[in-house]
């Protein structure tokens, strides 16, 4: 089973792919592409640490 963690690390670099597809489509510089991507895939980090953050794996 896939943890909310683990698919947030997949889809900070899917965020960055799929804004620099679009900006190829549309004709955007690769700066102003990345940019735009960066905006989501920051929250997504955001979330990650300060939202949701990972708990320590308690040893039994």
């Known amino acids: 089973m896939v943890s909310v963690h683990d698919a947030i690390l997949a889809l900070i ?3 960055m ?5 679009v900006g190829a489509m549309l004709s955007w510089s ?5 940019a735009v991507g960066s905006v ?5 980090i955001g979330y990650a640490l300060f939202y949701n953050p990972p708990a320590a794996v308690s040893e039994n």
């Not at 792919?17 to 597809?21: D, V, W, Y």
């Not at 690769?30 to 990345?34: D, F, I, M, S, V």
Request: without cysteine; aromatic residues 12%; proline residues 11%.
């Open 17 to 21: 792919a799929f804004a620099a597809l």
């Open 30 to 34: 690769w700066g102003t592409a990345l």
């Open 13 to 15: 670099p899917a965020l």
């Open 40 to 44: 989501p895939a920051s929250t997504t």
